[in-house]
């Protein structure tokens, strides 16, 4: 495919008074930076998934927004940071949520913030980003299975209070 890719393109070379555009060929690979020991195999609840969080989320003095892909028996297979906020704004969008997820395959995924005041109690925002997220995730086959806002010494799991 590449060879016929080549050959058209020396015939352009040939073509004068042609206007061109230079088109990348790329090729997209994930990037392991490093790996964690957890003790807990498989997610089973939202109190699994808070101990998890809390390991990246607890005592930063900014709002982070991150991942937690899973396999389908619920096996956390890796963590993404998605976005770094400020002291109270973190921005958010589908495309950089779900790049990490497709790229690793993951059946499933889990959303995780921080909110630094320690409240763990969700804003508007919150809750309609995580509406958002589960629309786009059930379109493209990756289901939402939580989103936990982590506090000072409790935490929020959208799925305990019935909104996922």
Partial sequence: ML???DKNISNIDK?????????????IKMVREKNILFDIRIIKSPKDAEKLGRMFLENVDREKFMIC?????SKP???NIVSVGSLNFSIVH??????????SNA????LFHNHPSGDSEPSNEDINITERLKKCGNIIGIN???HIIIGDRQYYSFKEKGLL
């Fill in 77 to 79: 297979t890796l963590i």
């Fill in 15 to 27: 073509v004068e008074n042609v206007p061109r555009k230079r088109i990348g060929i790329v090729s």
């Fill in 94 to 103: 589908p495309r950089e949520v779900f790049k990490a997820a497709i790229l």
């Fill in 69 to 73: 892909c899973l396999d389908t028996k």
């Fill in 144 to 146: 939402v299975i939580d």
């Fill in 3 to 5: 060879n016929k890719i």
């Fill in 107 to 110: 059946a499933s995924i889990m």
